[in-house]
């Protein structure tokens, strides 16, 4: 018997304005269900979209083009059967815990003795039992998150959406957390039918998940999908969760961060620098570089070894590849020739290296390059920069963009930067200058 479908998107489309007015695609076709006792994640790197898609589905924000509907009706605005819970904790800081709880209640029309008994049982329920009188800064993180679960929980919604959840706090709270949330689900201890969770952590997902779902980047597209069948509580150390997460870390970086894709989206001014930095960038390399690995390591094993978290580990994997130093295939990072002769060189030659390959392949590196030598006294302000990029992307994200082509310029010594007068300086001499 086919489980009720509770969420579906059909052929869903949606894009933002840049500052020039063009028009941005966020998300670009995606087919997506919901089932009835199903807990699907949504992984997908910067620029897939996840978030947006968690708010088309809560109502918040709407689809541009396709169809989202609840149990078979159109959504157009938030809906009752559908919460969410945000990384940010969204919490009213002048409320007490109690009243943050009985918001969503009180916007629904309960009366207030019926609200207060439902709002006393959802903290309970969450392990707040005795802090509905305390105020939101009296609280660690972990229970903040609890109050906005608890906020979410005491609607009865059926559909519940879990953005990064459990990603702003520390790894035992968030674990912990984790878990609760999953004894109530597995006991059916809550009427929530269906969690839809969007996460950056692979291994938090494929502890979580019945059903995986990858998204494409620029624009999100449902790239691949993975059922796990293993019943919960798992193990994160049987190799059957380590077989797992390496699938997943395979199916996150299949046909994207390959060296050849990713060398020629930077030769492009609007390609989105991954947010890595020299130093993170050499670590791994060197890793790579010492014995076991002689050169070659799966994402799952460079995770355990780096314990650095998803979100941080594709963009340096990302930026290796785009300089030339590392590639991706099937979940496993190996090195290339560059990169081995960048880890084998000294300090001098190795800025040399990057300056090289910064040139060749990063049009951001070229584009302020040009400017420098273009002005009499090889000067270029932050701003001229930042209005080109923001052309092409939004403006939080040019100044990202842009703060990773300085610091990689500076290193590379290319060119300098003043953080008081923010301006641009070409390199009269020295290493990187032709």
Known sequence: MTAETLIELKSVNKGFKASDGTLRTVLEGVDLRLHDREIVALLGRSGSGKSTLLRIIAGLVGADHGHVTYRGQA???PVAGVAMVFQ?????????????????????????????????????????????????????GGMRQRVGIARALVTNPQVLLMDEAFSALDVLTGQT??????????????????????????????????????????????????????????????????????KVYAMMT?????????????????????????????????LLADE????????????????????????????????????????????????????????????????????????????????LRADPGGVLSEKTVLDRLEDLMDDDEAERVLKVAVEWGRYAELYEYDFHTRQLTLRREGVGVS
């Open 292 to 371: 076991p690995f002689k050169g070659k390591a799966s994402l799952a094993r460079l995770a355990e070894e780096t314990e650095l978290p998803d979100d941080e580990l594709f963009p340096i994997c990302e930026a290796l590849g785009l300089l030339g130093m590392a590639h991706l295939v099937d979940g496993e990072l190996r090195m290339d020739r560059q990169g081995q002769h960048y880890v084998n060189a000294r300090q001098a030659r190795r800025q040399d290296l990057f300056a090289r390959q910064c040139r060749g392949r990063v049009a951001l590196v070229n584009f302020i390059l040009d400017g």
């Open 254 to 286: 299949q046909s994207s961060g390959s060296t050849p894709a990713a060398a020629a989206g930077a030769l492009e001014l609007g390609y989105r620098l991954p947010d890595a930095d020299v130093g993170s960038l050499e670590s791994v390399l060197e």
């Open 88 to 140: 940010s904790f969204a919490l009213f800081p002048w409320l007490t815990v109690q009243q943050n709880v009985e918001l969503g209640l009180e916007a629904q029309g309960v009366a207030a003795a019926e609200r207060s008994r439902k709002a006393s049982d959802a903290l309970e329920l969450i392990g707040l039992s005795g802090f509905g009188g305390a105020l939101p800064r009296e609280l660690s």
């Open 177 to 246: 957390l984790r878990d609760d949330m999953l004894e109530l689900w597995d006991e059916q201890r809550i009427d929530t039918r269906s969690i839809l969770v969007v996460s950056h952590n692979i291994e938090e997902t494929v502890m979580m998940a019945d059903r995986i779902v990858v998204l494409s980047s620029d624009p999100g597209r449902v790239r691949a999908e993975l059922r796990i069948e293993l019943p919960r509580p798992r193990d994160a150390d049987s190799e059957e969760v380590r077989a797992l997460i390496a």
């Open 75 to 77: 959504i157009h605005g």
